[in-house]
Structure formats: C-alpha cells, structure tokens
C-alpha cells in the first residue's frame, strides 16, 4: 500500500487492489462513486437541510457585495466548476503514481467537505442575492443555467466556501513531500464565485514536480 495514504490504508485497501482494472480506469471510477457519497451527498444533504430546517446564525454578507453588479455570462465558468471534478479524474494519469495522486486528493477532500458540513450544521449561513438578477435581460442559456443552480443549490452553506477550499486544495497536494501533485493541481482555474454577484477569482493552476516517482512500502 503507498506509504502516502496513512493512515487510510485500509479505506484504499479495496480500490487500490483493482486499480489495474479496464487498464487503470476502473480506479477512478471507483473514486467518482467515492465522492458521490462521501463528497456532494454531505454538502447537498446540509444544504436542503440548512434550507428547510435551520435559521441563519451570522449573515457574510457585507454592502460591497450588493454594489458588484451582476455580470450575465459569468454564470457560464460558475456552472463549468462541476465539471472540474470529473476531470480530474479524467486527466490522472492511469499508472501508479497518478492513482496515489487521486487517492491523496480525494481524502482531503473528504475531511474538508466533512470539517465544512459541520459547520454548515452548527453555523447556519445564508446568503441570498437572486433578487439583484434582471431576469428579463437574460438570454436563453443564461436563464438555463441561473435555473440550474438556483433549483440544485440553496443559498445555504456559503461559509465556508467550499469553492474556495477545494479549489485550493487541488493546488495543496502538490506540497506534499513525497506526492507532488500532478492530477489536481493541473486542472485550472477554477473559479469560485457566488453566481449571483458573480465576481470571479481565478485560482492559478499547480505546476509540481512530477519527476518523482511515488513511495511504495508493499503492494
């Protein structure tokens, strides 16, 4: 087992063992169905229930937050962030090293979505800000996809942002010792954003080393 996934081995244990499946593939799709469970089912089941259940306990929002106008097709990078996630499993490299990558990858996000949720639960934070959309100067694509968001996200959960964390960890793998990253941190930017003030910052894409070769003590 690779020495980077202490003291998750024996959470690896099963994935890693079939991670030559389908010529590497079948160990990243083991991982997408990972964070389906463990990743968008935490933050989307906090979100519904900060929505349906909760009161907001402190409000982020400051007045320059009202000031920023909404910028239309801003809406288009924000809804493109989910695809950040299937790509990087897309892009990781089938052997290895590149499964490690994903491995380390994954359980951070992991114990940051979950350090997040709880937070989400015991910090209720609600920020609200469709009514500064002009939905009459919305084209159609723009209105799909303002639909989109605003039926599968609540403006719940918006501290933390987890936009911001996961962006960010993509970019942390590739300081670990022995795990440069290589899989998160090339995808990039990443954009997080509240998607109705729309003001957008990009997060500069990882350039680590990938000339070493990963830690192995075992199989």
């Known amino acids: 087992m690779l020495a980077a996934l ?9 994935p890693w063992s079939r991670r030559d499946g ?12 990972l964070g389906i469970l463990l990743v968008a089912v935490p933050y989307f089941s906090t979100n ?8 907001t306990v402190w409000d982020p929002e400051i007045a320059l937050d009202r000031e920023l106008p909404v910028v239309n ?3 288009l990078p924000y809804t493109l962030l989910y695809l950040f996630y299937p790509a990087t ?27 997040c949720c ?6 209720p934070a609600e920020i609200d800000m469709r009514d500064q959309i002009d939905w009459d100067s919305l084209n159609g694509w723009e209105s799909v996809l303002f639909e989109f968001i605003h039926f599968s996200d609540n403006p719940w959960n918006a501290w933390p942002s987890l936009h911001i964390v996961h962006s960010e960890e993509g970019r942390g793998v590739k300081h670990l010792e022995s795990l440069p990253g290589r899989a998160l941190g090339r995808v990039g930017p990443a954009l997080h954003q509240h ?18 070769s990963a830690c192995l003590d075992g199989n």
Do not use: K
């Open 6 to 14: 202490r003291p998750w081995g024996r959470f690896w244990a099963g």
């Open 89 to 115: 499993l897309i892009l990781c490299p089938r052997d290895e090293r590149g499964h490690a990558e994903l491995a380390v990858g994954m359980q951070t996000l992991i114990m940051v979505t979950a350090f």
């Open 195 to 212: 998607p109705d003030n729309q003001a957008a910052l990009p997060v500069r894409p990882g350039d680590g080393d990938s000339s070493r």
């Open 73 to 75: 097709w801003m809406i």
């Open 48 to 55: 519904n229930i900060a929505s349906m259940y909760l009161d």
């Open 22 to 33: 389908a010529g590497g593939a079948w160990f990243p799709l083991e991982v997408f169905v």
């Open 118 to 123: 709880a937070i989400f639960l015991l910090l």
